[in-house]
């Protein structure tokens, strides 16, 4: 998931007299990576943490809380497509369409029968296996809702609220949040409203609209499994600690042995593919730039400059500075 996913989550758990940092820590998220889109964090963390922050600070609305601190903006381009799209339902669609860009571990789907008055909105955790994730749902809900009201206009208010969970033993404020009533142990997670919502026009900008989709559609994971989707998400860890197994797994809702299984069919392994990302960026940077080679270390996901020197080695058969001056043993490309 995004790192926008928690935007808010220190402040609210500060608030709340918790210790975001511990929660963090705990659920092994980096601190740095939250509320930053162009960083990304295991959604089996987020809903860990979420769980945790609930507990930790007593408050069985944290989810709900946190929601009222995002919107629209935590969804990136995503949000940017949405915005600029000619309706609210051509708005929603994008949303939908694009939904994996934000986290493959989710999705979203509007439902609108041609012959009923009401549509629905459908909110599910698509990994397999997924935790308890009740404050991760209520928070989804939430935002959405909240997303709703943006694009529809403040007076948009949900028919009624579907949610999956058994009703809290304690009385809860359900209804006056979501503004409407909320029914319990549902199937899934989702609302109803009013399906000529979606026929309402937005200030629409089209040539924006097309520019941002055809951004989202050449960063979404494609549908089928391959190596591709990996090394996109590697390239993108790189700088953030170094790609790690288990996130990117997570990242494209998969177990970390599944993935493994998917590679090995194709002849390669997660290890071969950051070490040929890293080869790749490392020649880049290297041939084009000039950037100081403790930097470097860095944005390659080394923890020292050193380990650099010797990856270089077995890469080029020379040291990074030499490779930068043009004296290669090995072929690089």
């Known amino acids: 998931m995004r790192g926008t996913s928690l935007q808010g989550f220190s402040e609210l758990v500060v608030e709340l007299g918790g ?59 995503l949000g940017v497509a949405a915005r600029t799209a000619a ?30 008055r009401l549509a629905h909105f459908e909110w599910r955790i698509v990994a397999d296996r997924p935790p308890p994730h009740r404050q991760s749902a209520e928070l989804a809900l939430g935002v959405s809702v909240r997303v709703f009201r943006l694009l529809a206009g403040d007076d948009f208010r949900p028919v009624t609220v579907q949610l999956r969970h058994e009703q809290p033993t304690v009385a809860t404020a359900h209804g006056d949040y979501f503004g409407c009533p909320v029914r319990f142990g549902e199937p899934g997670y989702g609302f109803s409203f009013h399906r000529t919502t979606l026929e309402r026009p937005l200030s629409s900008d089209s040539s924006v609209h097309a520019v941002v989709r055809d951004y989202l559609g050449s960063i979404a994971p494609p549908a089928e499994a391959g190596t591709e989707p990996v090394v996109r998400l590697i390239r993108r860890m790189l700088a953030t600690g170094g790609p790690d197994l288990r996130l990117v797994a997570d990242q494209l809702a998969l177990h970390p042995r599944t993935l493994q299984r998917q590679l090995s069919g194709r002849g390669t392994s997660f290890a071969t593919l950051v070490d040929e990302v890293r080869r790749e960026e490392a020649e880049r940077y290297l041939r084009e730039t000039a950037m100081p080679l403790s930097q470097l270390a860095g944005v390659l996901g080394f923890s020292e400059q050193s380990a650099l020197s010797r990856a270089s080695r077995r890469w080029f058969g020379t040291s990074p500075t030499e490779v930068r001056r043009g004296n290669v043993t090995a072929p690089l490309g």
């Open 19 to 77: 210790d975001p940092e511990a929660l963090l820590r705990d659920a092994h998220l980096p601190p740095a990576a939250i509320g930053d889109h162009d960083s990304f964090v295991s959604y089996r963390g987020v809903v860990t943490v979420l769980e945790a922050a609930a507990a930790a600070t007593g408050a069985e609305d944290f989810g709900r809380r946190l929601a009222l601190r995002q919107g629209l903006d935590i969804l990136g381009p």
């Open 87 to 116: 309706s609210v339902g051509a708005a929603l669609a994008a949303i939908e369409q694009y939904m994996a860009v934000y986290s493959p571990a989710i999705a979203v789907r509007v439902a609108a029968p041609p012959d009923e």
